[in-house]
T-cell receptor, first 115, second 116 residues
Framework: DTGVSQNPRHKITKRGQNVTFRCDPI?????LYWYRQTLGQGPEFLTY????????KSRLLSDRFSAERPKGSFSTLEIQRTEQGDSAMYLC?????????????FGSGTQLSVL | AQSVTQLGSHVSVSEGALVLLRCNYS??????LFWYVQYPNQGLQLLLK??????LVKGINGFEAEFKKSETSFHLTKPSAHMSDAAEYFC??????????????FGKGTHLIIQP
């Protein structure tokens, strides 16, 4: 168990640029989640994959946000035309489906700063 | 809609003293309740969870929490604080287990400070 890995750890970009973050989940985990955490707030659920299928995306913040998990392994989260309000920590989590209240394993996050 | 309120954005206790972090939730159905801890530069880690059954739940590192339906609360306690407990603590609620398309609804977090 090498844990959930997120890259990069920090990203600084200018307003209007596109950014992409990568998440590598724990290898045997079939579920993958993206959350956003702003300063002074708890994580906010964005989207969810089971294997390669994106089964929940209605809570993505706008149509500028998109996520993929092409082969059911790693995932990417893209933000197009970034705005200063997008500055936040983006968290990825993974889990193995089955049972009640499954345990989510979180990565350390990607801190985005939009100038 | 479900929600979580954590009372106190910062809590300071002396080493060896009781730790009490408060969490109240709102849910239209019997909830699943969680406490996660976030150490600096690390990902969130599950401390404990309540699903059904026994209302007193024991977790890792000596923490425990009690589900009180009448008070809609799930407060986190530890009898004796240790310096290594200094971290950010998040309470979370889910109507359907928190996995899958449900997701977790988190509180704003409580920063626990341990004074020597």
């Amino acid at each position: 168990d090498t844990g959930v890995s997120q890259n990069p750890r920090h990203k600084i970009t200018k307003r209007g640029q596109n950014v992409t973050f990568r998440c590598d989940p724990i290898s045997e985990h079939n579920r993958l989640y993206w959350y956003r955490q702003t300063l002074g707030q708890g994580p906010e659920f964005l989207t969810y994959f089971q294997n390669e299928a994106q089964l929940e995306k209605s809570r993505l913040l706008s149509d500028r946000f998109s996520a993929e998990r092409p082969k059911g392994s790693f995932s990417t989260l893209e933000i197009q035309r970034t705005e200063q309000g997008d500055s936040a920590m983006y968290l990825c989590a993974s889990s193995l489906s089955g049972g009640f209240a499954e345990k989510l394993f979180f990565g350390s996050g990607t801190q985005l700063s939009v100038l | 809609a479900q929600s979580v309120t954590q009372l106190g954005s910062h809590v300071s206790v002396s080493e060896g003293a009781l730790v009490l972090l408060r969490c109240n939730y709102s849910s239209s159905v019997p909830p699943y309740l969680f406490w996660y801890v976030q150490y600096p530069n690390q990902g969130l880690q599950l401390l404990l969870k309540y699903t059904t059954g026994a209302t007193l739940v024991k977790g890792i590192n000596g923490f425990e929490a009690e589900f009180k339906k009448s008070e809609t609360s799930f407060h986190l306690t530890k009898p004796s604080a240790h310096m290594s407990d200094a971290a950010e603590y998040f309470c979370a609620v889910s109507d359907r287990g928190g996995g899958g398309a449900d997701g977790l609804t988190f509180g704003k977090g409580t920063h626990l400070i341990i004074q020597p």
